[in-house]
């Protein structure tokens, strides 16, 4: 008897297993639009930066606000613990591999300092842009109104798994609903990965769902707990309860797929696969304009007992300006990243994100395997 | 004509090829409950220690219990055959690697010793805990009872495939029937793969059935034999058996998946498969507790004529506290092993380990390639 | 609920996943017949050469139809740029391999002189063969009369992705009608990957389809665009667009496989899968006949803002005949490419190229994992 | 629409994608019976060694039926060209790699001298064993009447893929049925990997087929010729046609696995996928015994202007004995290859290699990546 009588075990797939197919019509490039709205935000961009320390600083927020996109600030990272942060940046990154995760834990320890969340914020909007933070569950009740309060423009619930549903110890815990009626601004809440979950997070009137459990470089979620789904997989799940949530109550909830893209290639792939936007942390790691100076860790990485993420080097190779928009003489996918998305969806016909998401997507072998037997030159 | 249409091959998954997701509802881990319960006993943790000579000698399985665990000692091992055990041990960690193999054929040779049992045991019950040992088929019927009067809690019957009906020359082989009614403890059977087999070992008696054929880091029965079936699937199809037994006859025969587990992520994904527990070797082996100094080797590397299995090197990196309960810096999911599995069944809604088996799996690219570009820094 | 119940995702295959399965009757090689049509030209061989300037020249043009076979000239490439195109070329081939892409940028912004079209062409005649160009669907209404008056023979029309169907801002786009009305040469169009975008070039009057989209050794498309589709299955998908187009209309339009091709396999494997013929780049890179001495780059690595190319080092380690007709000793199948398709053919008992598209292919492990297991001998 | 619409590719396995899944009885090795019949002939080990110069020479071929098996002599090999073909052998194996192809394809082009046959054929026959050779279809008509004069007691005709339709331009090719009736020797036939063609090859009355296209150490049919079809698929189809000829005729045709086993894991494989035998090359090219030193070459690498196969080094790290029956302290499979079966046999409850085709068997991933993470220790 076949395994799957005993128990169904669905295919999932990533970036690597998959490609988008061309279509029967193409469309000029310059022709395409690539805006992404979020509540009564526009932006120009459909790329967000990821709440990360080594990306998303005050200064690296109103740089992304400049250039028409959106960077969200950690909340709970080392801008909000320390007056400053950059030294505690600078120890993670001067930190050698074997003590990098034990002093990324030791610094996140340090306490969460209210008195800086309006500090931060208001440095964030100097450049004039939208601003965003990200809290985990636990904080939020706490932490939200004084964010808003403070002028914060976008507010990010964001924890390894994030359900509508949550059992726990306290009386009362978190509750979506309640969130979205009391404070003024869109709420983004993650990360999920199934049509269930999903649907249900809309449910409860957020504004946004982040898709992603485990697959970032810097997210060790499948080696320590065995949990993840690939991104292309998750996209194509939480798309399909957005457009039956829409079908079901008119309002169109945005998601964002974060974590796992590596280049141009996996953007579009993202997007072919359902989403509104990316979320990206690795790439703006590589920035010029990131505090990190080319390492990146993760918001799991501080855990105390159960860590679950690593300090990687990307190191410098690009600017903010070079990596969205080019030019570039790069020729593997890492530089022009809106560029990328507007021949993508030129080849595919699309003259929005949301035409792309008709784009047929194969599974194919991966790009290491196929047709590659020549070394680059040196 | 398909080859399909010639014979069915039908697919089977082993750890790398399989990822948890993430439920609808979650749970804080410290509200979860991970106990095993085996015949009479109930342990603290689901998670048991291999019968290897690298692994559980008495002092190792003394430790084990007072943690709440389950160390299996080899009955046809080096304990059992050595006034000086851990000589013969020193022996084997100090060969080369060419000369290992034979090394272990030899020692391995020396004649088992009756008068030894009752000493290695009582050792082995000095800290309180349960003690079991491990013994093939062929001694069974010699050493259970003379075990079982030297004090032991539970007899495991263990080779590379067990079943319930085996055809040899002697007159009259092993019935399990037998054992379980003539020895007063539980007796725990292994191992297994397959739905047939393992029902009718369970239709037996016995109180428990070690899942696994081919998997483990020390074990080469695929190349040398062909034989072995994956660690998911092999434990789904045991976990079918095991609950259509319980249907059929009201008795829940606990399964325990053995090896091939290298991480918390491994242990989380056989857990969610079905089983009720899991056996490590290679892990326990890298231990300041154990013996080997981190070595080990396989109970059939001795094998005098056809050895299926190696000497390993695992490095010593760890202690028996860190590896179950942490707290770790480690972000690869080597250490706070039962953290992880409470963890994993947070983010999946499971209270219980019974509740974990209800989590869907999905066939996910291996994590080795997906969206891991970037190399850890130096 | 299953993934494909959100949304199909089918699978694709590349070379290195399918091999082709020997037939039930078998014919000598030397009855077998390779030849190629294209319109009213009948070619020896059924493999063509791409129009890379790495490969391209009048004078190499000018060998392939001395040995009935057929090169494609890049009318937009540097032959067409510059008086003295080695020059360009040798700046290329001797640059370092950061600064190569940006090199290739700077040389193809030299504007087109279409006074060089005359001269290339009438040296690519002058061996008395056939004289193709390929160019751009933006550049074509303005020089195809120019080729077209110069005597080329063939006109091919070429871009990542070329439909019937192109939205621009330019109020008339490139109409395929037109273009097979206005000039008196066949035309040849691509690259397209999908039965439905193929079908409807076909039905525009064009005599040949090049297909493939993202698979050549100097394309990196897949990773920039995620764009791409393996080429066995874009070749079975044209295939089937071929002949369903030939049963409604009775034209039959051949189609050619181009590029991913590394060894005689793979181009069988092409032909199997339906090709009528190959175009190779990088194989035809490796012999002396070539300018690029064993480098070779792509027709989109020359883009200004988002270059989709690299340029590889293949060597040089054959000769155009060694190639193409043998005598070899290498046992790779790099060498004697059309002796490859004639022993192929053998052993599926094909006739004709047609024939061989009968043949049948399975879904087979890569011959990287299969049984190879010991070293070449140094 | 999925590509499986326009054309069925059915999947293909080779042994690194299978394993052998236990039975519900298990057999004492001893009791197993791993005889194998061929014609009138019976061998008490199911294991050929190949028609390799590398491998089979007269005194190398008395060694075998000394033990029990059969080796077979290539008739258009060395043996039959040299009066030292010693001289020969040691020229190709002290030959650089860059040389080899070319130094066999001279070695090769000498003629076939018929006054050798006899002798070599009388001194494979000293040691009191079975004699068998092995020739091309196009030389058997000429040379098999010279070989089964000469005493040879089985007869081979063997190429890269055998039919009982060869369309040539001799007006009469070489026809099995009267083959068959005019030498009074079983004629074993191959190679062969399809149902129809195996089926047709059975029903011309020959004794034994040779299953395998393109999977062996030195053959590169898939590189060159893109032509093959993996062992374990090739083996269940020409099974399925043995078995369906005997529920036709009455008449067993046995079936022998030839090319593509590294070990012990491997031949086992091919056993329970429907062989009655299988035939290595390079294994036996490892032993003391084998007159190449450790070098193996295929009957391909010699075709003088396609040579589809290359030499490789195997070493030679064994003896005839060792390599068939042990023991071994080896534990990669390698060494006791008789007992690797016999045991596998237990594992399955198998009695008779005929029971063992009737093991189940599942698709799994490669050993190598499947819980192998720690290295030997060194």
Redesign the interface.
């Known amino acids: 008897?076949?395994?799957?009588a005993?128990?169904?075990?669905?295919?999932?797939?990533?970036?690597?297993?998959?490609?988008?197919?061309?279509?029967?019509?193409?469309?000029?490039p310059?022709?395409t639009n690539v805006r992404f709205a979020l509540g009564e935000f526009t932006f120009e961009i459909p790329i967000l930066a990821a709440a990360l320390d080594s990306v998303t600083d005050p200064g690296f927020a109103a740089e992304m606000g400049r250039r028409g996109g959106l960077a969200v600030m950690n909340l709970e990272g080392l801008q909000f613990r320390y007056d400053d942060p950059q030294a505690a940046i600078t120890e993670i990154t001067q930190a050698?591999?074997d003590e990098?995760?034990?002093i990324i834990?030791k610094l996140y320890a340090a306490p969460l300092r209210e008195e800086l969340i309006g500090r931060r914020i208001g440095a964030a909007k100097e450049g004039g842009g939208v601003c965003a933070v990200s809290c985990t569950p636990a904080n939020t009740k706490r932490l939200a109104p004084i964010a808003v309060d403070a002028g914060v423009d976008i507010f990010v619930v964001q924890s390894?798994?994030?359900?509508?549903?949550?059992?726990?110890?306290s009386l009362r815990g978190l509750i979506f609903e309640e969130l979205c009626e009391n404070i003024r601004v869109p709420v983004l809440v993650g990360n999920?990965?199934?049509?269930?979950?999903g649907k249900?997070l809309m449910e409860t009137g957020i504004s946004g769902l982040l898709v992603g459990?485990?697959?970032?470089?810097i997210?060790?979620?499948?080696?320590?707990?065995?949990?993840?789904?690939?991104?292309v997989?998750a996209t194509?799940?939480i798309?399909?309860a957005r457009d039956q949530y829409y079908r079901e109550s008119g309002r169109y909830v945005p998601i964002i797929t974060d974590?796992?893209?590596?280049?141009?290639?996996?953007?579009?792939?993202a997007l072919?696969a359902?989403a509104d936007a990316v979320m990206l942390g690795?790439a703006f790691a590589r920035t010029e304009e990131a505090p990190a100076k080319g390492?990146?860790w993760g918001m799991s990485?501080g855990h105390?007992?159960?860590?679950?993420?690593?300090?990687?080097?990307?190191g410098v190779d690009t600017t903010l300006d070079r990596l969205l928009f080019?030019?570039?003489?790069?020729?593997?996918?890492t530089e022009?990243l809106v560029?990328?998305i507007r021949?993508?969806m030129g080849?595919?016909?699309a003259?929005t994100i949301g035409e792309l998401h008709e784009a047929?997507?194969?599974?194919?072998?991966?790009?290491?395997?196929?047709?590659?037997?020549?070394?680059?030159?040196?």
């Open positions: 008897m076949s395994i799957s005993y128990r169904e075990l669905r295919p999932a797939y990533g970036f690597d297993e998959v490609a988008i197919v061309p279509g029967s019509v193409t469309v000029n310059e022709l050698g591999q990098a995760a034990a834990q390894t798994v994030t359900t509508a549903r949550h059992i726990s110890r999920t990965v199934t049509f269930a979950a249900e459990v485990g697959p970032g470089a997210c060790t979620s499948r080696e320590v707990l065995g949990v993840g789904v690939p991104q997989s194509i799940e798309a399909a974590g796992g893209m590596r280049n141009g290639g996996d953007i579009c792939k072919a359902g690795s390492t990146s990485t105390a007992e159960l860590p679950r993420g690593t300090r990687i080097t990307v080019g030019p570039t003489s790069k020729t593997d996918g022009n560029g990328a021949t993508c080849v595919c016909g003259q047929e997507m194969v599974v194919a072998p991966s790009i290491k395997t196929e047709g590659k037997v020549y070394q680059l030159s040196r």
